[in-house]
C-alpha cells in the first residue's frame, strides 16, 4: 500500500496567519482526502482532492478556510487560513487504495495548536 | 444524510473477546472498513466488507449485514497492545470520489 510523508508534524501558530500542510505519496493515488480529528474524536472529512480540478468539500468547510491543492497524482497541500483557536486540532491525509489493497492509507498526522 | 454509530468506550480484560459494533444509515454504499488508532498515531487499516458475512484474519474478524446496516468487528485473545481506538468507515458510493466518512469510533481499554 502507499505511504505517505506528512508534514509538518505539529506547529503553534498565531491567529490570524496561515499554514500549509503538505502530503507526499510514495505512488501515484486517484484521490487524496483531508480530515480533521479534535482531541478524543473521530475523524471528519474536510475535503477531497482531485487532481487536475477543484477540490470537493464536506457540509460545513469551505474553500476560503481551507484551500487546497493537488497539482499531481502524488501530492496535495491543504491550507488551514485565517487561523483561530478553533482551528487547534490534528489534520490528516489519506489516500484511496493502489494495487489491488483495500485499505485507504493514512499520513502521521499535523498536530495543529493555535494561540 | 450520513449516520455511523458505535459505543464510546469500552473494556475487556487480556485475553478475552470484546466485540465492538457500528451501525450504519448513509446515502450511499460500498463497503466498510475498520481501523486500529493508537493514541498520537495516524489510524491503521484492519479489515474491510463489502459483501455480507465474517471475514478473518488473525485475532480480529469483521462481520457484515447490508441489509441491517449493521457490523462487528471481533478482538480474539485480547492483549494489551489492543488498547486503542477503533474506527468503522461507510465507503460512500455516491458521486466519483469514493470518500471514507468514518463513525463516532470506541475507545478500547485492555486491563490484565
Known amino acids: 500500500s502507499a505511504v505517505i510523508s506528512q508534514k509538518p508534524s505539529r506547529d503553534i501558530c498565531q491567529r490570524g496567519t496561515s499554514l500549509t500542510i503538505q502530503c507526499q505519496v510514495d505512488s501515484q493515488v486517484t484521490m487524496m482526502f483531508w480530515y480533521r480529528q479534535q482531541p478524543g474524536q473521530s475523524l471528519t472529512l474536510i475535503a477531497t482532492a482531485n487532481q487536475g480540478s477543484e477540490a470537493t468539500y464536506e457540509s460545513g468547510f469551505v474553500i476560503d478556510k481551507f484551500p487546497i491543492s493537488r497539482p499531481n497524482l502524488t501530492f496535495s497541500t491543504l491550507t488551514v487560513s485565517n487561523m483561530s483557536p478553533e482551528d487547534s486540532s490534528i489534520y490528516l491525509c489519506?489516500?484511496?487504495?493502489?494495487?489491488?489493497?483495500?485499505?485507504?492509507?493514512f499520513g502521521s498526522g499535523t498536530r495543529l495548536t493555535v494561540v | 444524510g450520513q449516520n455511523i454509530d458505535q459505543p464510546t468506550e469500552m473494556t475487556a480484560t487480556e485475553g478475552a473477546i470484546v466485540q465492538i459494533n457500528c451501525t450504519y444509515q448513509t446515502s450511499g454504499f460500498n463497503g466498510l472498513f475498520w481501523y486500529q488508532q493508537h493514541a498520537g498515531e495516524a489510524p491503521t487499516f484492519l479489515s474491510y466488507n463489502v459483501l455480507d458475512g465474517l471475514e478473518e484474519k488473525g485475532r480480529f474478524s469483521s462481520f457484515l449485514s447490508r441489509s441491517k446496516g449493521y457490523s462487528y468487528l471481533l478482538l480474539k485473545e485480547l492483549q494489551m497492545k489492543d488498547s486503542a481506538s477503533y474506527l468503522c468507515a461507510v465507503r460512500d458510493a455516491g458521486g466519483a470520489t469514493n470518500k471514507l466518512i468514518f463513525g463516532t469510533g470506541t475507545l478500547l481499554a485492555v486491563q490484565p
Open positions: 489519506s489516500a484511496s487504495p493502489t494495487g489491488g489493497v483495500y485499505g485507504y492509507t
